[in-house]
């Protein structure tokens, strides 16, 4: 029996459109404006100033924290500025924004093809090397990779769990870098099980990705007997880490908990390739795979992307925006964020621009609760969505906290599924976030 | 047929007097000793729990004060100082007289100042737009257009013009209580002094962003020139990130500012009309 998560979900059209396009290294744009926060916790700070000439992988912003992580130049080139430039939301974050003359990389940087089997590093190095070259978790929340492998005092990993779910429906570039670079990804997350001390590891993969199981088990029987390739039914979201945990061993990470709670550390297959860079080949974080798609559009595409380069000129360069585009996402069309400014750049984890039409993205004219109960069906969480809408929108934060808002993890299948149209995630969302700040206020005991 | 008759009554009768005395009983026991002053300040309130003391509601607000036997750092917003003298009257203690306040919208990012620079089809409520992103303008500070201070209002007295998509104030309904003011994700609407014959001089504008940025996003927006702070003979104004401020303590409702700033976004309202022949005096913005 093909095993999935035990509780809820929902089952979007996969709409995987750009799925047999090759990766594509994409040509640099003249000008770079690259963020200095891209992870979750502290901005980096800039270490750069306006005329100083840098080289594509130096390091140009410093980890300023526990929770935070290094920005390294995608380009080679001239700093322009070193000031707020307005990001997707519309919001002024702090970028570097640099001229590109040329490509001149670090000389640390392998440059060459060969894949690099040895692991040589200690996992002290190893997770050293890690910070050092800025890898975050590219699955959505960018958390800092370094921190994720090293499990705090008294907590031990058992298993690692690569996510190659891809839930997602559209997004393709999990997909196209198990393909095209299965092995590198494999060494990648027996990089990061050396690092953890762990001898058993698990890869994850939805079944509407049978390619990529099949590369996927050739290899791991010929070459990587200590990753298990497990084939997951196709089910959203699959991909979030405490389903993934479910689907793959069958543990529950507890409420509030971490995943290490249950003994597992998961990391995303692009997370894991970018380990394999910064370990084997001393390559920072600072180019990964992107989806462009959208049915709107005419070629659908899988970009190899330098952080930064502005969402324009990658619609630019697949033939502008086409006039029956509504919307424009960045991320998945589940829980991707739409995108208010088209002149902000891509940041480490930004996975795909999606275009929707207007048919697609409409939202129906919300109507009263029927109490069907779908929503109650599809919580992966074992939530009550339309109980914790109608107790958000009155305001009642301690009903909220009772009815474990905080578990949300905003998946949006409440929403998508809900016969009425009613905009549930809008508000649980916001109670979740007034709910978390009132719990966080709160003295420690 | 009788007997069954006579039976339940008498039952039926002997029951309720045996309750009756254990309610009694519990009743005595369990009595809970409430100052009668409480219940007669209370009867001073407006009634309106509205809860712009910062207590619960009136019966709140009213334990508190008789508690306390003080009346200070306690006011009715809505009943004001009438109220307040009933109060201080029943409790036999000196009320501090408060200058009445009214809520003011400080951002004029009317539709045709503030061009629209994306479109927002999510749920309406200022709260979620303002988690998500900056809003549908060029501007992040100001309004935002969702209504939340709308719904916030027990008194009807904040309505978001259609038009403009700014909320407007009735100054005759307003209280002063707060609620929208707590309800305003951007902290646009702010609590200023009623001033004399309803005359206020403030500046409605938010951004902090430099001027020509300002500018750019919306035509009303103080750029942060600083020419009121030099013009105001009062020391009133103060420019703090690219924002002038009015401190209604102190102005004194010259209105020399109001004819220096360059982009109209000082207002003056309630004003008389100035006569129509004295052309030497600058237009001014008399707008609410």
């Given at each position: 029996m093909r095993r999935t998560f035990s509780m809820g979900g929902v089952h979007p059209h996969d709409c995987k459109i750009s799925a047999d396009s090759a990766i594509e290294t994409f040509p640099l744009p003249q000008r770079m404006y690259i963020s200095m926060s891209q992870h979750l916790g502290a901005p980096a700070k800039p270490l750069v100033q306006k005329g100083d000439k840098v080289r594509t992988g130096q390091l140009i912003g410093a980890s300023a924290g526990f929770i935070s992580a290094n920005i390294h130049s995608s380009v080679s080139g001239t700093v322009a500025a070193v000031e707020p430039y307005t990001d997707l939301a519309g919001n002024p974050v702090m970028h570097v924004i640099i001229d590109v003359e040329g490509d001149e990389w670090e000389e640390s940087i392998d440059r060459t093809p060969d894949i690099v089997r040895d692991i040589t590093l200690s996992p002290a190095e190893i997770i050293k090397r890690i910070a050092d070259c800025g890898v975050v978790g590219l699955g959505g929340a960018s958390f800092p990779t370094h921190v994720k492998l090293s499990p705090p005092p008294g907590k031990k990993a058992e298993f690692l769990i690569i996510n190659g779910a891809e839930c997602e429906p559209y997004l393709t570039s999990d997909y196209r870098l198990m393909i095209e670079h299965a092995e590198e990804v494999l060494l990648g997350a027996r990089i990061m099980m050396k690092a953890l001390g762990v001898v058993e590891g698990y890869i994850g993969i939805e079944d509407n990705k049978p390619e990529a199981?099949?590369?996927?088990?050739?290899?791991?029987?010929?070459?990587?007997?200590?990753?298990?390739?497990?084939?997951?039914?196709?089910?959203?979201?699959?991909?979030?880490?405490?389903?993934?945990?479910?689907?793959v061993t069958g543990r529950r990470v507890p409420s509030m908990g971490l995943p290490i709670d249950a003994g597992v550390v998961v990391q995303n297959v692009g997370t894991s390739f970018a380990v394999y860079e910064a370990v084997q080949k001393n390559k920072p974080l600072f180019e990964g795979v992107m989806t462009v798609t959208g049915e709107c559009l005419d070629s659908q595409h899988n970009f190899l992307l330098r952080v930064g380069t502005p969402f324009e000129k990658i619609l630019e360069a697949v033939g502008g925006v086409p006039q029956k585009t509504a919307k424009i996402i960045s991320g998945g069309p589940m829980m991707g964020k739409a995108v208010a400014n088209l002149s902000a750049a891509s940041v480490k984890s930004t996975s795909s621009l999606l275009l929707l039409t207007e048919k697609q993205t409409k939202r129906m004219e919300e109507s009263e609760c029927i109490r069907c109960?779908?929503?109650?069906?599809?919580?992966?969480?074992?939530?009550?969505?339309?109980?914790?809408?109608?107790?958000?929108?009155?305001?009642?934060?301690?009903?909220?906290?009772?009815?474990?808002?905080?578990?949300?993890?905003?998946?949006?299948?409440?929403?998508?599924?809900?016969?009425?149209?009613?905009?549930?995630?809008?508000?649980?969302?916001?109670?979740?976030?007034?709910?978390?700040?009132?719990?966080?206020?709160?003295?420690?005991? | 047929m009788g007997t069954t008759f006579i039976f339940t009554v008498i039952t039926l009768s002997v029951l309720g007097l045996l309750l009756a005395v254990v309610l009694f009983l519990v009743?005595?026991?369990?009595?809970?000793?409430?100052?009668?002053?409480?219940?007669?300040?209370?009867?001073?309130?407006?009634?309106?729990n509205c809860g712009g003391c910062g207590f619960a509601g009136c019966r709140a607000f009213a334990e508190a004060c008789v508690k306390s036997r003080s009346l200070d750092g306690?006011?009715?917003?809505?009943?004001?100082?009438?109220?307040?003298?009933?109060?201080?009257?029943?409790?036999?203690?000196?009320?501090?007289?408060k200058a009445p306040m009214v809520a003011v919208v400080r951002c004029n990012g009317t539709c045709q100042n503030r061009v629209r620079v994306n479109e927002y089809d999510g749920s309406v409520s200022c709260r979620i737009i303002s988690s998500l992103y900056a809003g549908d303008t060029g501007c992040r500070f100001g309004c935002l257009g969702g209504g939340d201070c709308e719904r916030a209002c027990p008194f009807g007295a904040i309505k978001v013009n259609p038009e403009t998509l700014i909320p407007e104030?009735?100054?005759?309904?307003?209280?002063?209580?707060?609620?929208?003011?707590?309800?305003?994700?951007?902290?646009?609407?702010?609590?200023?002094?009623?001033?004399?014959?309803?005359?206020?001089?403030?500046?409605?504008?938010?951004?902090?962003?430099?001027?020509?940025?300002?500018?750019?996003?919306?035509?009303?927006?103080?750029?942060?020139?600083?020419?009121?702070?030099?013009?105001?003979?009062f020391g009133a104004i103060t420019v703090e990130n690219n924002l002038a401020y009015i401190d209604f303590n102190k102005c004194k409702l010259c209105r020399k500012c109001v004819a220096e700033c360059p982009t109209g976004a000082i207002h003056a309202v309630n004003f008389p009309p100035k006569p129509a022949a004295a052309p030497a005096e600058e237009p001014k913005t008399d707008k609410q």
């Amino acid at each position: 029996m093909r095993r999935t998560f035990s509780m809820g979900g929902v089952h979007p059209h996969d709409c995987k459109i750009s799925a047999d396009s090759a990766i594509e290294t994409f040509p640099l744009p003249q000008r770079m404006y690259i963020s200095m926060s891209q992870h979750l916790g502290a901005p980096a700070k800039p270490l750069v100033q306006k005329g100083d000439k840098v080289r594509t992988g130096q390091l140009i912003g410093a980890s300023a924290g526990f929770i935070s992580a290094n920005i390294h130049s995608s380009v080679s080139g001239t700093v322009a500025a070193v000031e707020p430039y307005t990001d997707l939301a519309g919001n002024p974050v702090m970028h570097v924004i640099i001229d590109v003359e040329g490509d001149e990389w670090e000389e640390s940087i392998d440059r060459t093809p060969d894949i690099v089997r040895d692991i040589t590093l200690s996992p002290a190095e190893i997770i050293k090397r890690i910070a050092d070259c800025g890898v975050v978790g590219l699955g959505g929340a960018s958390f800092p990779t370094h921190v994720k492998l090293s499990p705090p005092p008294g907590k031990k990993a058992e298993f690692l769990i690569i996510n190659g779910a891809e839930c997602e429906p559209y997004l393709t570039s999990d997909y196209r870098l198990m393909i095209e670079h299965a092995e590198e990804v494999l060494l990648g997350a027996r990089i990061m099980m050396k690092a953890l001390g762990v001898v058993e590891g698990y890869i994850g993969i939805e079944d509407n990705k049978p390619e990529a199981i099949k590369k996927m088990r050739e290899l791991t029987a010929s070459s990587y007997p200590e990753i298990k390739v497990v084939s997951l039914r196709k089910k959203y979201p699959q991909g979030g880490e405490k389903q993934l945990i479910d689907a793959v061993t069958g543990r529950r990470v507890p409420s509030m908990g971490l995943p290490i709670d249950a003994g597992v550390v998961v990391q995303n297959v692009g997370t894991s390739f970018a380990v394999y860079e910064a370990v084997q080949k001393n390559k920072p974080l600072f180019e990964g795979v992107m989806t462009v798609t959208g049915e709107c559009l005419d070629s659908q595409h899988n970009f190899l992307l330098r952080v930064g380069t502005p969402f324009e000129k990658i619609l630019e360069a697949v033939g502008g925006v086409p006039q029956k585009t509504a919307k424009i996402i960045s991320g998945g069309p589940m829980m991707g964020k739409a995108v208010a400014n088209l002149s902000a750049a891509s940041v480490k984890s930004t996975s795909s621009l999606l275009l929707l039409t207007e048919k697609q993205t409409k939202r129906m004219e919300e109507s009263e609760c029927i109490r069907c109960g779908k929503c109650v069906q599809a919580c992966p969480m074992g939530l009550e969505p339309y109980l914790l809408n109608k107790l958000a929108r009155a305001g009642r934060m301690e009903d909220l906290e009772h009815n474990k808002v905080y578990d949300c993890i905003e998946c949006g299948c409440c929403m998508f599924t809900c016969p009425a149209y009613i905009p549930l995630l809008d508000y649980i969302r916001t109670a979740k976030a007034d709910v978390m700040r009132i719990m966080r206020s709160r003295p420690k005991k | 047929m009788g007997t069954t008759f006579i039976f339940t009554v008498i039952t039926l009768s002997v029951l309720g007097l045996l309750l009756a005395v254990v309610l009694f009983l519990v009743a005595k026991k369990f009595n809970v000793e409430e100052d009668p002053l409480i219940d007669v300040v209370e009867a001073t309130m407006p009634g309106a729990n509205c809860g712009g003391c910062g207590f619960a509601g009136c019966r709140a607000f009213a334990e508190a004060c008789v508690k306390s036997r003080s009346l200070d750092g306690k006011f009715c917003p809505v009943g004001g100082n009438a109220v307040m003298q009933k109060v201080a009257a029943a409790m036999g203690v000196q009320a501090e007289e408060k200058a009445p306040m009214v809520a003011v919208v400080r951002c004029n990012g009317t539709c045709q100042n503030r061009v629209r620079v994306n479109e927002y089809d999510g749920s309406v409520s200022c709260r979620i737009i303002s988690s998500l992103y900056a809003g549908d303008t060029g501007c992040r500070f100001g309004c935002l257009g969702g209504g939340d201070c709308e719904r916030a209002c027990p008194f009807g007295a904040i309505k978001v013009n259609p038009e403009t998509l700014i909320p407007e104030v009735d100054e005759e309904k307003c209280t002063a209580c707060g609620a929208c003011v707590r309800a305003c994700p951007k902290g646009v609407i702010e609590l200023r002094n009623k001033g004399p014959k309803n005359r206020r001089v403030y500046v409605s504008c938010m951004s902090q962003d430099k001027g020509a940025v300002a500018r750019k996003a919306c035509s009303a927006a103080c750029i942060g020139c600083r020419k009121c702070e030099k013009v105001c003979p009062f020391g009133a104004i103060t420019v703090e990130n690219n924002l002038a401020y009015i401190d209604f303590n102190k102005c004194k409702l010259c209105r020399k500012c109001v004819a220096e700033c360059p982009t109209g976004a000082i207002h003056a309202v309630n004003f008389p009309p100035k006569p129509a022949a004295a052309p030497a005096e600058e237009p001014k913005t008399d707008k609410q």
